[in-house]
């Protein structure tokens, strides 16, 4: 299970993420995305952690905690769906 942070200050970086969730686990990747082309932060990330228990206690205690002047939104992230977001291809 993969964890979503969604309105995540600009300012923070991977390794403040890493260091804010291993206080209620093991972590084992964080993703922190960028536009492909500004090569800027998108303002949310990705973190997969150990197990469920430790995934469900970090949830339950960040999720609407105020971070880096943020207040952040944490849960369960949903399957992407779709292909990229290129559109469905009409009008080709």
């Given amino acids: 299970m993969t964890i979503y942070i969604g309105n995540l200050?600009?300012?923070?970086?991977?390794?403040d993420i890493r260091e804010v969730f291993a206080e209620y686990g093991k972590?084992?990747?964080v993703s922190?995305?960028?536009?492909?082309?500004?090569?800027?932060?998108r303002g949310?990330?990705?973190v997969d952690m150990e197990n469920e228990t430790e995934e469900d206690?970090?949830?339950?205690?960040?999720?609407?905690a105020e971070?880096?002047?943020r207040e952040l939104k944490?849960?369960?992230a949903k399957p992407r769906e779709g292909g990229g977001g290129r559109g469905?291809?009409?009008g080709r």
């Fill in 32 to 41: 922190l995305p960028t536009d492909r082309e500004t090569g800027r932060k």
């Fill in 74 to 76: 944490v849960n369960k």
């Fill in 44 to 46: 949310f990330a990705f």
């Fill in 88 to 90: 469905n291809g009409m």
């Fill in 67 to 69: 971070w880096l002047g």
């Fill in 57 to 64: 206690a970090a949830i339950a205690e960040l999720d609407g």
């Fill in 9 to 15: 200050s600009f300012q923070a970086e991977e390794e």
């Fill in 27 to 29: 972590v084992n990747r």
